[in-house]
T-cell receptor, first 118, second 110 residues
Framework: GAVVSQHPSWVICKSGTSVKIECRSL??????MFWYRQFPKQSLMLMATSNEGSKATYEQGVEKDKFLINHASLTLSTLTVTSAHPEDSSFYIC??????????????FGPGTRLLVL | RKEVEQDPGPFNVPEGATVAFNCTYS??????FFWYRQDCRKEPKLLMS???SGNEDGRFTAQLNRASQYISLLIRDSKLSDSATYLCVYYGGSQGNLIFGKGTKLSVKP
């Protein structure tokens, strides 16, 4: 089956530092990758949609200059949280999809990255 | 109205019980619906898709009522391993993304 990995699985950092999270599709080419964020007892909320070779599309309220997304290849997307603050502490999850038409295609989720900013 | 509304629970049931979860959604144009399961501190995993005709997978039965914009999940003969949070999900975002409910927490006790 389709496997998506994320690295790191957890990270603790000081306020003001930048953190990069990688999302890789291991056995398929992902035309689209999604980045979600989940706060405790809340639903997964989409942050941005990333298509290989083009700029990411950010959801309303998500700062594109703070959450930098790069999707340089069909198997790798990265999310960089710049100048992280304690309120950025959350569970970040990526998902990947193979097809351009997404209605019928399952999204494959990575295991998530837990970020704690002190 | 929230995009997806679910009873947060928790539902505490004994092993062997039958439990039902409900969910309402706001986007009447959505075509694809799912139930996902999320264990504590883990990513969500697809449990089953939901079709208008209703579908069953072992002990799990899902139903979709488009007229009422309502989805249900029935779990029969619940097991300890069914303890998790069940997320009602549909394709509804402008980017083809999934829209998640907050989930309903189920705890199955011995």
């Amino acid at each position: 089956g389709a496997v998506v990995s994320q690295h790191p699985s957890w990270v603790i950092c000081k306020s003001g530092t930048s953190v990069k999270i990688e999302c890789r599709s291991l056995d398929f080419q992902a035309t689209t990758m999604f980045w979600y964020r989940q706060f405790p007892k809340q639903s997964l909320m989409l942050m941005a949609t990333s298509n290989e070779g083009s700029k990411a599309t950010y959801e309303q309220g998500v700062e594109k200059d703070k959450f930098l997304i790069n999707h340089a290849s069909l198997t790798l997307s990265t999310l960089t949280v710049t100048s992280a603050h304690p309120e950025d502490s959350s569970f970040y999850i990526c998902s990947a999809s193979r097809l351009a038409s997404l209605q019928k295609e399952t999204q494959y989720f990575g295991p998530g990255t837990r970020l704690l900013v002190l | 109205r929230k995009e997806v509304e679910q009873d947060p629970g928790p539902f505490n049931v004994p092993e062997g019980a039958t439990v039902a979860f409900n969910c309402t959604y706001s986007n009447s144009a959505s075509q694809s619906f799912f139930w996902y399961r999320q264990d504590c501190r883990k990513e969500p995993k697809l449990l089953m898709s939901v079709y208008s005709s209703g579908n069953e997978d072992g002990r799990f039965t899902a139903q979709l009522n488009r007229a009422s914009q309502y989805i249900s999940l029935l779990i029969r003969d619940s097991k300890l391993s069914d303890s998790a949070t069940y997320l009602c999900v549909y394709y509804g975002g402008s980017q083809g993304n999934l829209i998640f409910g907050k989930g309903t927490k189920l705890s199955v006790k011995p």
